[in-house]
């Protein structure tokens, strides 16, 4: 007799899948191949980014939403970095004009059978699987959004805009102790998150950057768990410097 409670992947509550959206350009890393695919110690972002995704216990499927004119590419990056686990299936989606339509094209290649969704940033290629499986657990159990969160170091001030680089003046000091700095895997009860996409989907502006943020709007409990310094987003080129650091030591202490 089978027991699928010792294996998430295959459990009668439904399956975990992971949306990854990889479409952006990533222009403030400079210019070159979309950032997704920019190599980190030999290796795309995107492809570390998947393996730790594919490596929690939770995660059946993956869909990794590529730039639009560049899902060949994105392919091409799979078939020539392979998944040392292939009980995970990867689909590869276009994606759209910012990070929120991304995200609503990645839901709408879900399976029926999926009922938790992680949204991971493909430029969060270093994040440890010990997250991603607190952020999936603490979903299964019964909160509808969760979100990896860490304290701020710096003092944030709020500002009005200053226009032709004049100095911006300040508008608030908030209250550093309680603020935090968002990260991805960003857990959901799929239905919750779809219904957030699907009611925000026509709002005029650039979209949001966060799904969480969409989820509050509807007014549904969003929750913080702590988050990892290795979950840290490459944006600039330093952070690739940090990111090539990181890899670096990981495989020096554990063979990575
Ligand atoms: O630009 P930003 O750093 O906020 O992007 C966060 C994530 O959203 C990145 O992984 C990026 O590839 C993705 N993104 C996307 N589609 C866009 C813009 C950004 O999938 N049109």
Avoid: C, W
């Avoid at 590869?92 to 991971?120: K, M």
């Amino acid at each position: 007799m089978s027991d699928n409670s010792e294996n998430p992947r295959s459990g009668a509550a439904g399956r975990t899948a992971a949306v990854i959206p990889a479409a952006g350009r990533g222009v403030r890393l400079g210019p070159g191949t979309p950032k997704a695919l920019r190599p980190l110690g030999g290796t795309p972002m995107l492809i570390h980014a998947i393996r730790a995704l594919t490596q929690a216990r939770a995660v059946s499927l993956v869909v990794v939403v590529a730039p639009p004119d560049g899902t060949e590419e994105v392919r091409a990056a799979l078939y020539a970095h392979p998944l040392p686990d292939d009980a995970v299936e990867v689909l590869v989606v276009a994606g759209g004009e910012n990070r929120q339509e991304s995200v609503r094209l990645g839901l709408a290649a879900l399976p029926d059978t999926v009922d938790v969704v992680l949204v991971h940033d493909a430029a969060r290629p270093l994040v440890p699987v010990e997250l991603v499986d607190a952020v999936a657990a603490a979903v299964r159990g019964g909160r509808p959004a969760v979100v990896p969160a860490l304290p701020v170091p710096d003092t944030v001030k709020e500002v009005k805009p200053g226009e032709g680089g004049e100095p911006e003046p300040v508008v608030a000091t908030p209250d550093r102790s309680r603020l935090r700095a968002v990260q991805t895997p960003q857990g959901f009860d799929r239905a919750t998150l779809a219904e957030a996409h699907q009611r925000l989907a026509d709002e005029p502006g650039e979209g949001a950057t966060d799904d969480a943020g969409m989820v509050e709007r509807l007014g549904a409990p969003v929750v913080l768990v702590p988050g990892h310094q290795e979950a840290f987003k490459v944006t600039r080129p330093l952070d690739l410097v940090l990111a090539e650091a990181v890899l670096a030591r990981r495989r020096a202490t554990d063979g990575f």
